[in-house]
């Protein structure tokens, strides 16, 4: 748990006078474990300090009857300042300026950043832009924009400057948040652009945003903004990093999102004594909900500008880290690293974005990570489902439970139960469950509070998506007959080998068994006799590599020996390409649709 | 955590066929740390085994969009039995006939119950009746009347003939579920009644009841009973204790009931892990939404007839208990036990009903009791405030912490934040928040998804209630700088002594200092002189008792002079009255009318 230092705070100091809190209560805070020294000598800007009379409740629209108020997932911030104001909300430790916001600092900071945007002539529903790698400024922001009834926009920094001026203009950004690093990307940006420097002292052009929002409050506080009457309005807008076609806008409702957060907070078992670091993008499907999840659970979070293992492991090692994200391909980046080693306390890991090997699961598991396996899409706001364990699996051999725990598992806590469909060809088809046999390729489909409101400005391809009431994922599962589901393939992945239906997925899980493979990757390939057959791509552990080197006909063969053992016919790889990389997207998916095009023109 | 043991439920017997579960799954199920022989022995009723092919999702009524479902705490036990089938659910061990509900069990029960209900002609909105003692039967109509869309009106089994005359009437029973012990409470009554004799065996009239809603379903399971489309339908039905006047019905909503039970359920940390010992009745405001928090959390729960402090600690020591929940004189009872030692695991304790004192505090934690200490009332579906503890605290001496720890602290997770305003007297009256100094005392009041819907049939006492968009709590409490609200009084239960205001709460706090001192209630007296003056009721410690014995005049003396140096003259007790027990309600809470009018009549 993370409290400022009681040097900097005790009562009757001049400092303390701005808090609106007891002195009592803070005459002895608890010390900080970690970031002790910097975190009590950081002074945020004085724009940054609360008021003494601090009130923490927005204003509530009229006419709404007592006994219902809209939810609204601003409310666990401010409640999470009221509560515990000096706790540690975030720490942005690993810059030339480092900063500790306290939860009565940082809410302080999110309401200048909503007068801010009121100031700047945002109206309600108007669409804020973002590209930030995780720091204060994309976290403030998406907690502000509820504040000004704003949608938030958080943008992939890693796409291209035409994917990023597509999307600009699709979301029609009324207002630019940008990090100095990536400046150039918004160069031909209409929209008034507001560069941040990640300093959190004065001068930087964010921080002198946030004092101008200050100012225009006049001091109204909380009271000065209204809440949304609408729980249903949405609160951000999330771009697919859509692996083919033009990325589709996401949006997402202040309900699903208070609804959402809450399940992951349970899930994830998030409390005071949590400390979350930020692997996972917060671009990305807006960081599966945490950013609401950790102040509901009074959480401290760490953010990391970039994803270097380096330093996670100092975080993981030194930083009192609980919990954190990460898919398949980070953890193995994790795991791997020169530095891992067995962690000295338990680290919960949220695994999302590609079920887990065997290998991988066991390999954290002897690190002290406790695995929490969930599947999600940004439609469903991150996870919706989540593999949940079972006693009886204690007894099975680790390969056996490894196979279990690789499936999506059931519908997550405050989502509606999920169905496997057989996939729809016309519109307004009825949907058909597929059977429970484990067995049956079906279409993973869902509603309800943790599916998105639709695609922004695009009514057709919501339609689609929501063909017979139920937002169809594009993922083929089996459904088992303990009713959880098992992800076979994404839809357009599928292998058609022999006119079989072969899984990439389930190719990719047995070739990973192989003690050679650190990473790897199955895509059809046109074949003269079979129509398709599929091509793997391996990259080979370190320790491995140097035996194999120019010796990769042998691997091919006796990986395609491996394979012959475990899998169909049909499902053997024909082809093995051992590679340094696989072609990945920001937030760590393989681009099948660029090995699928180097696979049509390989030369073999 | 209580799995059914193996031996009965190995895969390819004939039993498994019956449970919609993987065999593989089941093959190996994790022993029973508790119940083990007793749990594997026991058969439920054919009718309450579930097919195999169970489904666990209600029929979606027509026209929700997409991405919204109607909040449904229903939804909670039905992804429990999917999730867990083989875990236990409920254990009701100490009766003639014991029983031991797996989830999946258990849910089928809780649906042959909604079937049942509709087989009798129930219509949504109907209300339900049900009195009875902790039992398998109140905990499965307050989850089955969800499914028929019916109101459960569960009555205090304590009070009167006429009293539950008058709730049924007003409430309307159309059906009364009746415990065999209280059978007599309804003899008078119109509605058809069902008997439980608690045997959980065929035979039993509520069993019958049961198999006969399993036959009327015709095997449409779940899909056969439809969700509410609206989520702000009522759910349960619960008659104020009422201290003074008529019981007014308390209305609560499947969205303020899902809402709160997971507040609930975060707050209280319950989890897979946990097994939670039911102390508080089950009829006192809906059991506080522990109903839906437990199965929410997939914890295990233990339902005890009667509050038999033998019993309970037998349950603490052997149970794997992990929760209970106990307003202060059930605590009372519990510490000084004679079986009362330190627990070998930590309990956490959900302590409400009034200001646990330092003593009892302290108390508890010598004896590994972590205390959570919460505030609320019936209109607020139980607890709607908590005591968050703060980590300066730490440093503090323990009598200090134990008085900050009295504290009702702020609100719920998932409830909009309390208020405390200066108390209007006429209607319309704009509401005023008092300061927030610790010292000026105002009322408690406040709004959104953890209030009631109002008061049934009682439009005006509704408005009074509400007046100016917030409950009125009828709580007096001090609202301390740090924004948390510190109860003094009820309203009526506040001294005018010399024309001041004395809160009998705070009189009592600093007599229960006193090393002698048991248990205390303080109420007005009329004085000549001063107008009220307070009188003490005072319960002696099991060991000063003897030492007093004839000689309570001296005692009251000692008491008078303890509470001079600590409380102003116009609070310090005027009379003590050493007694032997106490007038309580069901629930525990010390019926200060009945002292009023003994104090008003005693002669001294």
New interface residues.
């Given amino acids: 748990?993370y409290?400022r230092m009681s040097v900097a705070l005790r009562a009757g100091t001049a400092r303390s006078m701005h808090f609106?809190?007891?002195?009592a209560?803070?005459?002895?805070?608890?010390r900080s474990m970690h970031f002790g020294s910097a975190f009590a000598a950081f002074r945020p800007t004085p724009a940054s300090i609360p008021p003494s009379?601090a009130r923490?409740?927005l204003s509530?629209p009229r006419g709404?009857p007592?006994?219902?108020?809209p939810?609204n997932p601003l409310?666990f911030l401010?409640?999470a300042a009221?509560?515990?104001?000096?706790k540690l909300a975030l720490a942005h430790p690993d810059v030339q300026f480092p900063v500790f916001y306290t939860y009565s600092v940082w809410a302080q900071r999110v309401q200048n950043f909503a007068y801010g945007l009121v100031r700047a002539g945002i109206q309600p529903g108007d669409r804020i832009a973002v590209l930030s790698p995780n720091s204060p400024m994309i976290a403030e922001a998406l907690q502000g924009v509820i504040g000004a009834r704003a949608i938030a926009t958080t943008i992939n920094i890693r796409l291209t400057k035409q994917e990023i001026d597509y999307i600009l203009t699709h979301c029609g950004a009324k207002l630019i948040f940008v990090d100095h690093e990536y400046e150039h990307l918004v160069s031909d940006a209409k929209a008034r652009i507001i560069v941040c420097n990640d300093t959190g002292r004065a001068g930087d052009p964010y921080e002198d945003f946030l004092t101008a929002g200050r100012d225009f409050s006049q001091e109204k506080g909380w009271a000065g903004l209204e809440m949304d009457a609408d729980e249903?309005k949405p609160l951000s807008l999330n771009y697919t990093s859509g692996t083919t076609g033009r990325p589709k806008g996401v949006l997402t409702?202040l309900?699903?999102t208070y609804l959402a957060s809450?399940a992951e907070?349970?899930e994830a078992?998030l409390?005071m004594e949590s400390t979350y670091l930020w692997i996972l993008p917060m671009f990305h499907a807006a960081g599966w909900t945490f950013p609401w999840s950790l102040p509901?659970?009074f959480s401290t979070q760490i953010t990391m500008r970039t994803v270097d293992y380096s330093l996670i492991w100092k975080h993981f090692l030194n930083s009192g880290v609980t919990h954190y994200c990460g898919a398949p391909t980070v953890q193995i980046g994790i795991t791997n690293h020169p530095s891992a080693k067995k962690v000295p306390h338990p680290i919960k890991t949220i695994i999302a974005g590609a079920a887990p090997t065997a290998h991988l699961l066991s390999q954290l598991e002897s690190m002290n990570f406790q695995s929490v396996h969930v599947y999600g899409l940004t439609e469903t706001y991150g996870p919706v489902t989540r593999n949940?364990p079972?006693?009886?699996w204690?007894?099975?051999p680790s390969s056996s439970r490894a196979k279990?725990a690789a499936r999506q598992g059931?519908?997550f806590?405050?989502s509606?139960?999920l169905r496997v469909i057989h996939p729809t060809t016309t519109p307004g088809e009825e949907l058909v469950d597929v059977p429970?046999d484990?067995k049956t390729v079906g279409e993973i489909v869902v509603?309800?509070?943790i599916?998105?409101?639709?695609y922004f400005q695009d009514p057709d391809a919501t339609a689609r998506a929501?063909d017979g009431?139920?937002?169809h994922s594009g993922d083929l599962a089996v459904w088992?007959?303990?009713?959880s589901v098992q992800i076979q393939d994404r839809m357009k992945d599928i292998i058609i080998s022999g006119g079989e239906n072969a899984s990439s997925l389930a190719i990719e899980q047995e070739l990973a068994n192989h003690p050679d493979v650190l990473e790897v990757s199955v895509v059809g390939r046109e074949h003269p006799k079979w129509g398709e057959r599929p091509m793997a791509y391996v990259i080979l552990h370190t320790e491995s590599a140097p035996r194999w080197a120019g010796k990769h006909a042998e691997f091919s063969s006796a990986l395609k020996a491996h394979a012959r053992e475990r899998l169909p016919g049909f499902a053997t790889p024909e082809w093995v390409v051992v590679v340094e990389e696989l072609p990945k997207t920001s937030t760590g998916k393989i681009m099948k649709t660029v090995l699928r095009k180097q696979a049509a023109s390989a030369k073999l």
């Fill in positions: 748990m409290f609106g809190v007891s002195t209560m803070r005459a002895v805070t608890a009379d923490f409740t509530t709404l007592v006994h219902i108020h939810l409310e401010l409640r009221q509560i515990y104001p000096e249903n409702t309900r699903g809450i907070a349970f078992q409390g509901f659970s949940y079972q006693p009886s204690n007894t099975l279990l059931h519908a806590a405050t509606f139960p429970r484990g509603r309800g509070n599916v998105m409101q639709g929501f009431g139920y937002f088992h007959p303990d009713g």
